[in-house]
């Protein structure tokens, strides 16, 4: 039972805080619960194969993540394509190997042991009982987060800073147990199923919300609006020669001079599928369900009278792409390029096949049109990502050598430069729509913002990826640009406002206030304070979640790869 300790162990040992001391006695509790209340059962031993089996996997991503592996990493896993899982266990066969033999060991060991006689004095049946009380009210916590005692009342007492370890007892004992190994994965895995239940009934909802969106004021008689939100995708400011990079990643965006370059946005979470919704809808940041019944920005915009496309070159697929896919249905056209992967021989998910399909949608005949473009971008494998004219940068990766992920030198070089030429395509096809848009002659507004950051192996840090908690995966590149005929680029004032506010620290929140705002769009009930286009904007603490909620701009950061401590 020691062994299933290890988990919540080794995050302690890594970031010595004092939520993950919390999470390490929560899971001590619960372990020493469930042996002192069986200990004369064999049967307890064997409930524990799930966790045994999930061990060595929990093991190795907290080795190189340094956090549990969360409701948004079971999601990730079982909706990534089948061979971008194949490839990756591969390149992890020999570990992963070892671990499970080794957990699976552990378990045969004590399996085979005699059970454990324990007297039956009423001292000792009252200890076995109270144990078993433990364990329901672990249970019990688990699933209902208002759950918290005298300990929350003293969370409440002490602090209220997001992501302090008081506020974290104050928001429940169910919070500290789901981020315990094994009780918390048993949580993981009803909240997913349970959450796919009740996807499509927060789909009905938001679609039959009506939020009194009305476009304010009226725009002149024969305008033609067009709104575009382009989403990109793993993208790292860092390597954007738009943000002082020092290769010319961003050739043609650097050129043009009527972008508003965000210079401090960060996502609320550091993976797509938590990372969309927050920029499509006003779901609070802190929010780790993968669904919302929040409207939209597709449901805002044609309450308001636009006609809604989403073109993408991302699957539809799999259940919580279906939490991205839920909200495209909102769009009255939808076209998806293609699956989960693209660019391979043969397959279609080239970005720039979105040039046709936008210049399409602007050649309607709608007044005023929302268009919401989802790219490929930056995402692994990044040789994949653009086509081989767009090579510049060499050597690059052509597959998964040595079945993935070598750190030598060498690699990590390949690597960083098939990195920096997908971001080199980015570029292109970002200036290509501009130039689509221009050439339409409608009025236009245009946000560009990634789902969440990237990080590469460098000198300093050799980790890559996202999806956990280094500061590199939720700072992101974003920009607005707007049309000669758009009226804040009329108003000097307006872009003034605009140019100041481009400069503050700003978060994925507020896209959707600034985006509805741009298109001339009033949404009752939107904070004016999140509206980058607004004089009452102001910077506010940024939540991001690790997967616990914290304030960005005041979290502990560790080490070279600038961990965020939980």
């Not at 653009?386 to 040595?402: G, I």
Request: a positive charge; glycine letters at 6%.
């Amino acid at each position: 039972m020691a062994a299933l300790l290890a988990p919540n162990a080794l995050l302690f040992a890594q970031s010595r805080s004092l939520i993950s001391t919390l999470f390490l006695l929560f899971a001590m509790l619960v372990v020493g619960a469930w042996q002192i209340a069986f200990a004369w059962s064999r049967w307890a031993v064997a409930l524990m194969l799930p966790a045994i089996v999930l061990l060595p996997f929990e093991l190795y991503y907290l080795w190189n993540h340094r956090e549990l592996a969360g409701l948004y990493v079971l999601a990730i896993v079982l909706e990534t394509p089948q061979d971008q899982v194949r490839d990756y266990l591969l390149a992890r066969l020999l570990p992963l190997s070892l671990g499970l033999a080794l957990a699976f060991g552990i378990w045969l060991t004590a399996l085979a042991s005699n059970p454990v006689r324990l007297d039956r004095t009423r001292a000792r049946r009252l200890v076995r009982a109270t144990a078993a009380l433990v364990l329901v009210g672990a249970a019990f916590a688990l699933f209902w987060s208002p759950f918290a005692p005298a300990a929350g009342a003293l969370g409440a007492a002490v602090s209220a800073e997001a992501g302090s370890p008081f506020a974290l007892l104050r928001s429940g004992i169910g919070t500290i147990l789901r981020n315990t190994f094994p009780i918390g994965r048993v949580h993981t895995v009803a909240t997913y199923y349970g959450e796919l239940a009740q996807m499509k009934a927060a789909a009905a909802q938001r679609r039959a919300t009506r939020t009194g969106a009305r476009q304010s004021p009226l725009p002149e008689p024969g305008t033609r609006k067009v709104v575009v939100l382009v989403i990109g995708e793993s993208a790292n400011p860092r390597r954007w020669s738009l943000y002082g990079y020092g290769r010319d990643t961003t050739p043609e965006l650097s050129q043009r001079g009527d972008l508003i370059v965000l210079r401090d946005m960060v996502s609320a979470w550091p993976s797509t599928l938590q990372a969309v919704p927050i920029m499509l809808t006003r779901k609070s940041a802190s929010d780790p369900r993968l669904y919302t019944a929040e409207a939209s920005l597709i449901n805002v915009m044609r309450e308001a009278g636009f006609e809604t496309h989403w073109l993408s070159t991302q699957g539809s697929r799999g259940n919580f792409d279906l939490s991205i896919a839920e909200l495209a249905a909102d769009a009255e056209f939808r076209h998806f390029v293609a699956g989960a992967t693209a660019l391979k021989e043969g397959q279609p998910g080239d970005d720039r096949q979105l040039l046709p399909l936008l210049a399409d949608a602007l050649a309607r005949p709608a007044a005023n049109l929302f268009v919401v473009l989802h790219t490929q971008g930056s995402h692994a494998p990044y040789w994949e990502r653009y086509p081989k004219d767009f090579e510049r940068f060499t050597p690059a990766l052509r597959a998964y050598e040595s079945m993935g992920w070598r750190r030598d030198q060498a690699y990590t070089d390949a690597l960083s430069n098939s990195y920096d030429n997908s971001v080199l395509y980015t570029d292109h096809v970002l200036a290509a729509m501009l130039r689509t848009i221009e050439q339409s002659g409608r009025q236009a507004s245009l946000f560009y913002a990634a789902d969440h950051g990237e990080l590469l192996p460098d000198e300093q840090c050799g980790q890559m990826g996202h999806g956990f908690s280094v500061i590199g995966n939720f700072r992101i590149p974003a920009f607005m640009w707007l049309s000669g005929d758009h009226p804040a680029r009329g108003d000097n004032a307006a872009l003034a406002q605009l140019r100041r506010n481009s400069a503050l620290r700003s978060s994925s929140s507020s896209i959707f206030p600034t985006v509805t705002a741009l298109a001339g769009v009033a949404v009752p009930g939107t904070d004016a304070t999140l509206d980058l286009s607004s004089p009452a904007f102001r910077e506010a603490k940024r939540i991001v979640n690790i997967p616990v909620a914290v304030d960005f701009d005041r979290a502990q950061v560790q080490g070279k790869c600038e961990w965020i401590v939980q």
